[in-house]
């Protein structure tokens, strides 16, 4: 199935369930009384949008760049953003020594393509261009407000979940216990439901950055090998003090990098059946060889790649290596 269509209909779903627990709750404590969650959902989404691009350039620490002081990386936005149809995103450097990349921003208007100092000297220029038209494909895409969006719904059931179970009273009506208690314990399922199908939303996302940057005109096999050194370098980060204080840091929005940083090393290790020579780069050739074979993944790397934003990088590798 399409990764667009996958994803409306992802959109419908959490939507959906959202629908069906509010129009539960009004015929329980009476309309008015539910409509405090959908005035809260409004509330924080507004919020969300309005402060979420200055919260992300605070803790990426993003300086943003002209085109005097960066020629050559404002040439590859600007030309990928012309491909793609969209307004030219503006572009920075992040100062951060992880080597990455990451996109976003509340409108295609109002997009931002950043890089991090520790990419800078890590890619080639085919590499890079790849790396820059994912993340134009997220603007392309709008995905990142979809996320935003849809991240506030596991919050409402937590609402929901939290004021049955141990709030006592809602709209000023006091409740039976018992009734309430299940009430409270089936918002607390849906809430751990619907977190797990934002983290689905966002592996799919990723998927189809990946696909729009090679119809910008980028090779699959650029794109792999970027992600493959941004894995093993993430892996070589995480090994020093100076790394993991900055993967602290950046915790909260890690989800925007290219790839999970937290899972690098298990990832080192599944892509080793990829680079056969060992050159730590992914030539066409060996993403070819990928093609005809079926990632062997164990039971708990499958379980893992549940609770994560990102896909797994070996299949993810191989869902590259169908588009050659």
Request: hydrophobic letters at 45%.
């Amino acid at each position: 199935m399409g990764l667009q269509i996958k994803m409306w209909l992802l959109v419908v779903l959490m939507f959906g369930i959202l629908y069906g627990v509010i129009t539960g709750i009004g015929s329980y404590m009476g309309a008015g009384s539910a409509s405090i969650y959908i005035i809260l959902a409004f509330f924080f989404m507004g919020i969300q949008y309005l402060v979420g691009p200055s919260m992300v350039s605070m803790m990426m620490r993003v300086k943003y760049v002209s085109e005097k002081e960066e020629p050559e990386l404002h040439k590859q936005v600007a030309e990928l953003a012309k491909k793609a149809g969209i307004p030219k995103p503006k572009v920075g450097i992040s100062q951060l020594s992880i080597p990455n990349a990451f996109a976003f921003g509340r409108s295609q208007g109002d997009g931002r393509v950043c890089i991090t100092q520790g990419l800078r000297n890590l890619l080639n220029q085919n590499e890079l261009k790849a790396v820059i038209g994912h993340e134009i494909a997220h603007i392309k895409h709008r995905d990142m407000l979809i996320i935003t969006v849809l991240s506030v719904i596991p919050l409402i059931m937590y609402w929901i979940a939290w004021s049955f179970m141990w709030g006592g009273m809602l709209g000023g009506r006091r409740r039976d216990g018992g009734y309430a208690v299940l009430i409270g314990l089936g918002a607390m399922l849906l809430y751990f439901l619907t977190n797990l199908l934002v983290l689905y939303g966002s592996r799919i996302r990723e998927y189809y950055a990946d696909e729009r940057s090679v119809k910008l005109g980028n090779h699959p096999q650029h794109l792999a090998s970027a992600l493959y050194k941004l894995v093993y370098s993430s892996a070589q980060a995480k090994r020093t003090r100076h790394g993991e204080e900055e993967l602290r840091r950046v915790g909260a929005v890690r989800a925007f990098f290219l790839n999970d940083v937290e899972r690098a090393w298990d990832e080192v290790r599944e892509l080793k059946e990829v680079d056969r020579d060992l050159s730590g780069t992914i030539d066409q050739n060996e993403l070819m060889l990928l093609r005809t074979k079926k990632p062997k993944l164990s039971g708990a790397e499958k379980m893992m790649e549940i609770f994560t934003t990102h896909p797994n990088m070996l299949k993810r590798i191989k869902h590259l290596s169908t588009l050659v």
